[in-house]
C-alpha cells in the first residue's frame, strides 16, 4: 500500500480539504484527489464524503483513520532505526482536552511549546463536554475520568482528587450539612447528564451526591461556571481539587463533609488511539506535558 496516499488521507482528514492536504506535500490538486480515489478503490471503500462546499469523513474513513496513522507510525519509526527520514518534529496535531483544565494549566505553556517545536502546528479542541477521541480524529486527548475504553491507550498525567465544597456566605445561610442525607434538602451544583456520584467515608459507609434529587438544582456545562457558581454562593458542588485549591486554601471556599470521598476518583490521563508505535509528535506532546504539569502537580504543592 502506497504511504504516501496515506499521508494523504490523513492530512486530508484533519483539514477536511484534499487539495489542501496535497498542496502541502507537493501535489497539484487533480493529483491529490487521484490519489485518494485509488486508494478508496484498492480498499473497496468509500473514506472521505465530497461535495461543492467540504469533505468529510465517511464511516469506513472512521473506521480506517487509525490503522493509516499507525502504519505511517511504523514506516516512520523503521526509517529513524536506520538514521533515515524525517528527523525533526512538524505537521499538525490534535488536541483535544477539557476547556477549563486547559486555561489554567496548559495555555500558559503553550509559548514554550511552540518555540521548542517551532514546525509543528497544534491544533486544540477545548470542550468541557464528554467526545470520541477516534470519531473525532484527535491525535491525543486529555481525559478526566475513570479510563475504560479498551481501544485507547493512556499514560496518566496526575491525579484529579474531586471534593465537595461551597462558599462560607452560602453554609451561614443554608447551615452546613451533617451527614450525607442532609445533602438532599440542600442547594447542589452539578453537570448536565451527571450520573450521581458515588461517596464513602472513612469507615465505608456509602452515600451518594445527586442533584437530581435534591431540593433545588443548578445544571452546568462548564467547570469554571460550577466554581463560580459556588464561589457566589448558589449551592454545593463537587470540585476537582486542581481547580478549587488555592480558594480552599484562602477560606472563600470550605470544604462539606470533609470525611467523605468521591468512591471513584478519575485521574487526569492522556489518551490516544491503541496502536504498536506512537507518532514522534503526539510523544513530544506527552513528555512536555508530563514533565511540565504531571512530575509535580501544582494543587498537590
Not at 473506521?63 to 536506520?82: G, N, T, V
Not at 507518532?279 to 513530544?284: D, Y
Request: net charge neutral; charged share 20%.
Amino acid at each position: 500500500m502506497d504511504t504516501a496516499s496515506l499521508r494523504l488521507f490523513v492530512l486530508a482528514c484533519e483539514c477536511l480539504n484534499i487539495s489542501a492536504a496535497g498542496r502541502a506535500l507537493g501535489m497539484a490538486p487533480a493529483v491529490a484527489s487521484t490519489r485518494i480515489a485509488k486508494l478508496e478503490h484498492l480498499l473497496g471503500a468509500e473514506l472521505l464524503h465530497r461535495s461543492t462546499r467540504k469533505v468529510s469523513l465517511s464511516s469506513e474513513g472512521q473506521d480506517f483513520l487509525p490503522y493509516a496513522r499507525e502504519i505511517i507510525a511504523q514506516e516512520d519509526a523503521a526509517l529513524a532505526a536506520l538514521g533515515k527520514g524525517q528527523t525533526k518534529i512538524a505537521g499538525r496535531l490534535r488536541f483535544a482536552a477539557p476547556s477549563t483544565f486547559a486555561q489554567i494549566y496548559i495555555a500558559p505553556l503553550l509559548p514554550k511549546f511552540m518555540d521548542t517545536y517551532p514546525d509543528l502546528t497544534l491544533d486544540l479542541h477545548l470542550s468541557d463536554a464528554q467526545f470520541n477521541l477516534i470519531e473525532g480524529s484527535y491525535d491525543l486527548a486529555l481525559r478526566n475520568s475513570v479510563l475504560e475504553d479498551s481501544s485507547l491507550t493512556a499514560r496518566k498525567l496526575a491525579d484529579d482528587s474531586r471534593i465537595l465544597c461551597a462558599s462560607p456566605e452560602y453554609l451561614q445561610r443554608h447551615g452546613i450539612p451533617q451527614s450525607p442525607t442532609d445533602l438532599q434538602g440542600h442547594r447542589l451544583i452539578g453537570f448536565r447528564d451527571m450520573e450521581p456520584t458515588g461517596l464513602v467515608s472513612s469507615d465505608g459507609l456509602a452515600s451518594e451526591f445527586a442533584p437530581n434529587r435534591a431540593a433545588q438544582r443548578l445544571v452546568v456545562n462548564d467547570g469554571m461556571t460550577q466554581k463560580k457558581a459556588t464561589l457566589d454562593g448558589a449551592g454545593i458542588s463537587i470540585n476537582s481539587l486542581w481547580l478549587v485549591h488555592e480558594e480552599i486554601t484562602s477560606g472563600r471556599l470550605i470544604r462539606v463533609l470533609p470525611d467523605l470521598a468521591v468512591a471513584d476518583q478519575p485521574s487526569l490521563w492522556l489518551i490516544y488511539p491503541k496502536s504498536n508505535v506512537v507518532s514522534a509528535k503526539v510523544r513530544v506532546l506527552i513528555d512536555f506535558l508530563i514533565a511540565q504539569i504531571g512530575s509535580r502537580p501544582t494543587w498537590l504543592r
